[in-house]
Structure formats: structure tokens, C-alpha cells
């Protein structure tokens, strides 16, 4: 009769024995594996998950100001030998609890816009993530690198220019029609469940030129939206394989 080996997991509170039945284990043989040990030495300074902790810290926190926090997380995770797809899904991940924080944050804003505004931005989010998510995962892994670099520098610029687009915006007549205000975010919520970099830059402007003048409503759609449709790519990048 052959043996076949098993996998035992140990869980449990400080001082409830893990530590304890693990040597038992290892008594009669048994190879441990000890994830306390292995999370220790990954979140140690200079260990090997620190880059993107610190990325995904960082981004959050650009994330809420201004937008820009796929900067720090997707060059980070291709940096640790993500694949790009997979590094611009995790990205998109990474960056979500930024967003409901910033959101949250304004949440006094939100409250204070129509209801039906905001659903219909909701929506009009989480289909255009879907949508960009979609044709990500139809996009060959080699088509894909070789946008990135691209998607990189039009990111790039519009986080460089931002503060001049928002002042250009800002200063332009506003008041556009609700039919360009929704088409305009559709456009940008498929971009940003394609590709999660300037997302935020692009949803100020848009803000900004359709007659959204407050700067704190600006931030809490943008930071809104921005949860919706990052949430929805990354469940439609979660099914799709």
C-alpha cells in the first residue's frame, strides 16, 4: 500500500500551540513550512516584498491627492518579474483601498450631489471598466508589452502637464451637455480598466471641463469612479482567467 503524502495547516491565535504542534510534526518527520517566518523576512527592511508594499502605500496616497498612483505600483510589480497583464491587474488592485479612502473621505460631497447623478456615473464606471478590462484580456501578452511603453509615456505626460490641464480646464467655459459629460466618462472608465495609468488626471480634466468647479466634488467623483471601475476590471480580470 502506498502512502501518500498530506498537507497539514496550522492556524491560530498568539499562544494557541501552532508553534507547539508544529515541532510534534517535525518529530515524526514532517517537512514545515512556517509562513509567520516567511511573511517576517518578506516585510523585513530591504526584503523581498517591500518595493511593492511601499508602491502600493505610496500610490495610495498620490491616488487620493491627485491620481498618479499606477506609477509607483505597475513599474514596481514588472520590476519583481510580474508579467505586464498580470502587474496592470494587480495594480488595479493594489490601488482600490486608496480609492475608497479618498472617497469616503469626501463623502460629505458626494452626499451633497443628486442621486441620480451619481448613479448614473456609477454605472456609466463600472460598464466602461468592464469594457477595458474585456479587451485587456483579449490583447496577446507580446501586444500588450509592447503598448505599455506608450500607454507609460501618455501617462507620463498627462501627470506631468496635469496642473496645467486642470488650470486650462478650470478656466474654460463649463456647463457641458450631460451627453458629452457621460460619453466623456465612458471613454475614460474603458481606459482606465484597460490601462490604470492617469486615470486620475484624466477624470480631474474631464470634471473640471464639464463645469465641475469645486475641487473637493472633482476629487470625490474622481476618487468614486475611480474605485467603481478599478473594482469591476479587476473581478472581470479575476473571471476571465
Not at 50 to 58: D, L, S, T, V, Y
Not at 69 to 89: H, K, Q, R, S, Y
Not at 101 to 115: D, H, K, T
Request: proline residues 5%; glycine residues 14%; contains cysteine.
Amino acid at each position: 500500500m502506498t502512502l501518500r503524502p498530506f498537507v497539514v495547516g496550522l492556524t491560530g491565535g498568539i499562544g494557541s500551540g501552532k508553534s507547539a504542534a508544529a515541532d510534534l510534526f517535525r518529530d515524526f518527520g514532517a517537512a514545515i513550512v512556517d509562513t509567520d517566518l516567511i511573511a517576517h523576512q518578506l516585510t523585513a527592511p530591504h526584503g523581498a516584498a517591500m518595493p511593492a508594499i511601499e508602491a502600493a502605500f505610496g500610490a495610495g496616497v498620490l491616488n487620493a491627492i491627485a491620481g498618479g498612483g499606477t506609477f509607483l505600483t505597475f513599474p514596481a510589480l514588472v520590476w519583481t518579474g510580474v508579467p505586464p497583464i498580470a502587474a496592470n491587474a494587480t495594480s488595479a488592485l493594489a490601488v482600490c483601498p486608496g480609492y475608497l479612502g479618498s472617497a469616503l473621505g469626501f463623502r460629505q460631497e458626494l452626499a451633497a450631489l443628486p442621486r441620480a447623478l451619481l448613479i448614473r456615473e456609477v454605472v456609466l464606471s463600472a460598464l466602461g471598466g468592464v469594457a477595458g478590462a474585456l479587451l485587456l484580456l483579449v490583447t496577446p501578452a507580446k501586444v500588450f508589452a509592447g503598448v505599455v511603453p506608450w500607454l507609460l509615456l501618455f501617462a507620463t505626460v498627462l501627470f506631468a502637464l496635469g496642473p496645467r490641464i486642470a488650470r486650462w480646464a478650470g478656466s474654460a467655459e463649463g456647463g457641458a451637455a450631460p451627453l458629452w459629460r457621460n460619453l466623456g466618462l465612458a471613454a475614460v472608465a474603458v481606459y482606465g480598466g484597460y490601462f490604470n495609468g492617469g486615470l486620475g488626471i484624466l477624470l480631474m480634466a474631464l470634471y473640471l471641463l464639464v463645469g465641475e468647479q469645486r475641487l473637493n466634488t472633482v476629487n470625490a467623483l474622481k476618487n468614486l469612479n475611480s474605485f467603481v471601475l478599478s473594482v469591476v476590471s479587476v473581478i472581470a480580470f479575476a473571471a476571465g482567467g
